[in-house]
């Protein structure tokens, strides 16, 4: 059974720096691209960062290019997500899961895990 732990949110002021961790389990993580996604308030989850399986190929959504940095420890099935220079359009349920395509063939990615919240505000 997949499971997917998320933590290292909280509240950050504008222009701030925070570390996001996801631990996965339940199926073989360095055979899996990751992904981090987030839902603000009120709107749909969006796709956040992309990463390869060893890493050698990131992808990002336009808002948080230059800012957000993907990265993932396959020894220790945790993939990071380092968010600097923070704005409050940040602000959202992270979590982590499969790229959109392997949660759309795989049934085991379409559950999620409980997220962790990033507040940015002054």
């Known amino acids: 059974q997949v499971q997917l732990v998320e933590f290292g949110g909280g509240l950050v002021q504008p222009g701030g720096s925070l570390r996001l961790s996801c631990t996965a389990s339940?199926?073989?993580?360095?055979?899996?691209?990751m992904s981090w996604y987030r839902q603000a308030p009120g709107k749909e989850r969006e796709l956040v960062a992309t990463?390869?399986?060893?890493?050698?190929?990131?992808t990002y959504v336009d808002s948080v290019k230059g800012r957000f940095t993907i990265s993932r420890d396959n020894a220790k099935n945790t993939v990071y997500l380092q968010m600097n220079s923070l704005k409050p359009e940040d602000t959202a349920v992270y979590y982590c899961?499969?790229?959109?395509?392997?949660?759309?063939?795989?049934?085991?990615?379409?559950?999620w895990g409980q997220g962790t919240h990033v507040t940015v505000s002054s």
């Open positions: 990463i390869t399986v060893t890493s050698g190929r990131t």
């Open positions: 339940g199926f073989p993580f360095s055979s899996y691209a």
């Open positions: 899961n499969a790229p959109p395509g392997t949660i759309a063939s795989m049934p085991a990615f379409r559950s």
